[in-house]
């Protein structure tokens, strides 16, 4: 058993448009409506209930927090700062340190303010501009947070970028979800979708950078992004293929992350490549809610190869499985942290586990699938722990070591 420090971080991560609720300015509640998705609508109502919140986590054992901040509702018009909404997350932030968490810092999750997707988004020319103004204001907030990620998952991001042009062009005539569709159909759909194209990269690495120079200019942050890691591996005679694929879809970002001082690790499940690309999970009783194959192993092949391209620090900053029964989330928990430990083992410098999710929530157009440690009445907002939470948190306590009568 691999010792892991006492800085170790044990967390669990949320997104704002997931569980805050009610985030009218901002691009993904104008794309609910267009796309006829399930509507986020008041989400589990975290953006009051966040003190509860944390303190669900903390009394549970853990140490770190991951959540983020809101661009739309810090910046509704362009130009236009909220000192309201940011004196909302500094009070976030206030409770973390009260409750003895670490709080990670996430800029954007996916989500930006309408107007900025209105003037074309990620690849406008005005973008790198756009993006330096809000994150220069989210600086003033961010005082005594060691950890802060500028994006979630930009490759996500980028293959959202490709279908939205696709629409725009009338190559597709509905949206698809490049995250999660709860439906095992969808996501086979989803599992084909466009590999982001390297231009779209680029743009992102390059906005990265350019927040990156800002949080360093005016915080002591240690600054980062997430990255959606597939645990990719190659069908036998097509490792060209493999390498291909993964350098349009991981590579390329992992290597724009050269410079920073950490990376974030988000690992879910594994998919191989073959002559034609990507494979679909294959119908199979175990595969989760979203129809990915259950594969917990996927966490340590997801560091080992991040920290062979990166050398960097990494947190795990995403880990989990929806599904309905908590004793399979905990079977599969447990089998991540041993490959986690064992990558630690090996080599990988790993500084922090974060769970997805902390509660139940909205899962990006619907609300099927649950990866929560905590589930949520959507009518009274009740919190009620799930055993998992207990269950991780001793885990926590303990350093990992009470995994050691499973570990192989």
């Known amino acids: 058993m691999t010792d892991l420090p006492s800085t170790f971080l044990w967390g669990a991560s949320t997104a704002p448009h997931q569980i805050e609720g009610n985030n009218i300015n901002s691009d993904w ?5 267009a796309a006829g998705m399930e509507f986020s609508g008041d989400a589990v109502d975290s953006y009051h209930r966040y003190r509860e919140d944390m303190e669900l986590l903390a009394a549970a054992g853990f140490n770190a927090y991951r959540f983020g901040i809101e661009w739309a509702r810090i910046e509704p018009r362009p130009g236009q700062i909220s000192r309201a909404e940011l004196a909302h997350y500094r009070r976030m932030i206030e409770t973390a340190f009260e409750l003895g968490l670490e709080p990670v810092i996430t800029l954007q999750h996916f989500t930006a303010p309408a107007w900025f997707a209105n003037e074309g988004g990620w690849m406008s020319d005005t973008a790198v501009e756009r993006f330096s ?34 629409m725009t062009s009338g190559l597709i005539s509905e949206w698809q979800s490049p995250t999660v569709d709860g439906e095992a159909q969808r996501e086979r759909i989803a599992a084909n979708l466009p590999t982001p194209e390297p231009r779209i990269g680029h743009r992102m690495v390059e906005i990265h950078h350019a927040a990156r120079r800002i949080l360093r200019e005016h ?3 240690k600054i980062g992004w997430t990255i959606a890691n597939a645990a990719l591996t190659s069908t036998p005679g097509n490792e060209d293929k493999l ?5 349009d879809q991981e590579d390329l970002y992992l290597e724009g992350s050269r410079g920073d001082d950490w990376v974030g690790v988000q690992s879910y499940s594994s998919q191989q490549v073959d002559a034609n690309g990507i494979v679909p999970h294959p119908e199979h009783p175990d595969n989760t809610q979203t129809g990915a194959a259950y594969r917990p192993d996927a966490l ?19 880990n989990g499985i929806p599904t309905a029964d908590d004793n399979r989330r905990i079977e599969y928990t447990t089998g991540a942290l041993q490959g986690m430990i064992a990558a630690i083992g090996e080599g990988a410098d790993v500084r922090g586990y974060l769970h997805w999710s902390l509660l139940d929530n909205y899962e990006w157009g619907h609300w099927h699938p649950t990866f929560g440690l905590i589930a949520v ?6 919190r009620k722990p799930k055993p998992s939470l207990s269950w991780l948190g001793q885990v926590a306590r303990t350093q990992g070591t009470s995994l050691s009568d499973t570990s192989k």
């Open 29 to 33: 509640w104008a794309l609910e409506a």
């Open 133 to 166: 103004f809000f994150v220069t204001a989210a600086t003033q907030i961010l005082d005594g947070v060691t950890w802060v990620a500028t994006m979630n998952e930009p490759n996500m991001q980028a293959m959202t970028v490709m279908i939205r042009e696709a």
């Open 219 to 221: 915080t002591d942050a």
């Open 243 to 247: 390498t291909h694929i993964r350098y």
């Open 300 to 318: 340590g092949m997801a560091i080992r190869h991040t920290w062979e391209v990166t050398g960097l620090p990494i947190l795990v900053t995403e």
């Open 377 to 382: 009445d959507r009518e009274t907002f009740e």
